[in-house]
């Protein structure tokens, strides 16, 4: 268990400095965005210094690491603003979107999952197959527009894009979960099978429990670590996923404010936002782990 | 195994191949066919926001995402066969850093990674292949070493070991055949996330850059005629999702084959 937190431990300080290094090497230089290229060259060696980008990259490494410690990304070139406040303005939005997917991640896989287990080989379970294979074979990029074409243009139930109007969380909810949805309707599936065929399955139906109880009783308890797993790993895909659906949808999240400062060539704030997604999934990768540690003694060992 | 992916994605194959050789014009503008429907003389699949032809644009597509799936799925898997045969076989010091590396890249969700060294990298065709050649090599070397490990103590290679075999000889002659089939399956999946990641980036900006087309700057330029164009989405998206469809329905078949194979074997 405590090896397992100091593996994380190790795999975040290489996630920092893979960030780190991207931007020290990066082609652009940050002077020239927020000079312009035509700035005197005494200008540019004045911000230089002050920025400190003329200390040795060691130097750099080692004080942007003792900034994140103390929770400072540095601070944005376009805005001048602390990258952790910009972040902060948008991560709500990021948050309800995400736990929106989740809740259609959910309600998706697990009916699709049990019918198709429940009825293997017959049409529900080719049906739920097809599902899960066009959900896996739409990007976001595609599907997005898809459900507006249906929703939002042919049928006006729903709005366009934006965050303002009510209703507006819903198509990208289901836009960023679908694709996600679909493995997980997989698993649950492939997990849920396996389970019904142990003899104690067969026990349990040899001693009277009708097949919902045997189902809900015996198979699904047992059937469903390998989903919790894979849901706490998709948790922070979700994170991921999210910044093409934001795009999508202009909704204002972190995502979006990803691709802007991209654009603006901000690269303290693209470390900023790459950081917290990558650190945010790691670390959801490590509780899902003491969790599933948690509910199966055999995982511990 | 169904014919239907092996079919569509030698029609993919056909279909980027032949825009190299027919005198397409992608980006060629003609306001007579703004927003032209589909089905029209002039403009096959109709015409986009200024006009040009959505049929040719869709082969250089086409010829785009082979490319950039093509030579990031042969550099990542080679790499990443090669990084994992080393950790899996060595093992030691060489397996910890390798090991590391391998959890530290898989710390970054979906396209993350390919967005931020496309970021910092700046656009253009390649630099998506770098990076999703830095994406992509993981998932090869992950699988590579988890396959050594189980191989390194079979009978043949055992026995190449006491004829004094070197190392690389062991890797090369007897670990890496045994890599290939899985390797297969792999890259099958590869080609269609590498797919998929192409056309996200170009929808992103940071892919390809206009006039130049792809199918995912088509679907990008196309969302903003949603109303009055939806074919200018709709075209590029299928021909998407078909290559994807195929590519992960080839890889479902193969590995299937593969298990099948696997249990008649060592059953």
Known sequence: ?301 | MSRLPVTLLAAWLLIALAGQVLPLTPNEIDLEQLFAPPFSAARPLGGDELGRSLLDRLFTGAGISLLVAGVSVSVSATIGTALGLLAGYLGGAVDRVVSRLIEIFLAFPGLLLAIALAAFLGPGIGNVVLALSVMGWVGYARLARNQVLSLRHRDHVLAAVALGRGPVAIMRLHLLPLLLAPLLVEASYGVASAVIAEAGLSFLGLGVQPPQASWGSMIREGVRYLLVAPHLVLAPGIALSLVVLAANRLGDGLRDRLDSRLSRTYA
């Open chain 1, 1 to 301: 268990m405590l090896s397992r937190v100091l593996d994380t431990v190790i795999v975040l300080l290489g996630v920092v400095t893979l960030v780190f290094f991207l931007g020290a090497v990066v082609p652009g230089d940050p002077v020239d965005v927020m000079l312009g290229e035509r700035a005197s060259g005494a200008d540019r060696e004045a911000l230089r210094s002050a920025m400190g980008l003329d200390k040795p990259l060691a130097t750099r490494w080692l004080s942007y690491l003792s900034g994140l410690v103390h929770g400072d990304m540095g601070t944005s070139l376009v805005q001048s603003r602390p990258v952790s406040a910009l972040i902060a303005e948008r991560l709500p939005a990021t948050l309800a979107l995400a736990g929106s997917a989740f809740l259609v991640i959910v309600f998706l896989a697990f009916p699709l999952g049990l019918i198709a287990a429940l009825h293997r080989n017959a049409w529900p379970d080719h049906l739920a197959g097809l599902f899960a294979l066009l959900g896996q074979s739409i990007p976001n990029f595609w599907l997005g527009p898809l459900l507006v074409l249906a929703f939002s243009i042919w049928l006006g139930w729903l709005p366009v894009s934006g965050s303002e109007a009510t209703g507006s969380l819903i198509l990208p909810a289901i836009t960023l979960g679908t694709s996600l949805a679909a493995i997980s309707m997989r698993m649950l599936r492939a997990s849920l099978l396996e389970v019904m065929s142990q003899d104690w399955m067969r026990t349990a139906r040899a001693k009277g429990l009708g097949v919902w109880q045997a189902l809900w009783r015996h198979a699904l308890p047992n059937a469903l670590l390998p989903v919790i797993t894979l849901l706490g790993l998709q948790l922070g895909g979700l994170l991921g996923g999210a910044v093409i659906t934001e795009v999508v949808f202009a909704w204002p999240g972190i995502g979006s404010l990803l691709i802007d400062a991209i654009g603006q060539r901000d690269y303290p704030l693209i470390q900023g936002v790459v950081l917290l997604i990558a650190c945010s999934y790691v670390v959801l990768n490590l509780m899902t782990d003491l969790l599933a540690g948690l509910l199966d003694p055999r995982i511990r060992a």
